[in-house]
């Protein structure tokens, strides 16, 4: 009976060693993988813009991660103007090494733009650029969430 005993608690001991230990190899995958975001305006039309947005994740750990298709979030002034489509899509970012993803591109209608966020056509017009939030969230290893958030300009700098 106490050498059974003995065994399920030195069982238990392991077990939960080794999820100690796999939680805190995720949470440093987590601190070091980066991801490389840019926007641009791919196209405008009668309907409104589309905006293109590039990912480069990069991995500089010693171990291979899968990461998510990111969902990414469009912001002006703390209101979500748009966002990319959901997909249950692994990538795979071998050590040491950085995969640059297809790009995601996100639609944003002018009554959109209008009714949602007038300041962000004015400060267009006014400024011939508008800075903008870009969100990138995803999950590694199907387990940890990871968000990051990127500040970016659009546009030339000249007056509409």
């Given at each position: ?31 070091e993988l ?47 103007i748009a ?78």
């Amino acid at each position: 009976m106490i050498k059974s005993r003995h065994i399920l608690y030195g069982a238990g001991a392991l077990a939960t060693l080794y999820g100690v230990s796999y939680f805190l190899k995720l949470n440093r995958f987590s601190q070091e993988l980066e991801t490389v975001t840019n926007a641009s305006i791919h196209k405008i039309t009668l309907q409104g813009i589309e905006l293109q947005v590039d990912v480069t994740l990069k991995n500089p750990s010693g171990g291979s991660v899968k990461v998510k298709q990111p969902f990414v979030k469009i912001v002006y002034n703390d209101n979500t103007i748009a966002s990319s489509q959901m997909q249950n899509v692994n990538i795979e970012v071998p050590k040491f090494s950085e995969v640059k993803m297809e790009p995601i591109r996100i639609n944003i209608g002018f009554l959109t733009l209008a009714t949602k966020v007038p300041a962000l056509l004015k400060e267009y017009r006014d400024k011939g650029q508008i800075s903008i939030v870009v969100k990138t969230i995803t999950t590694i290893n199907d387990k940890l969430p990871y968000t990051k958030t990127d500040n970016i300009t659009l546009g030339s700098g000249k007056k509409a």
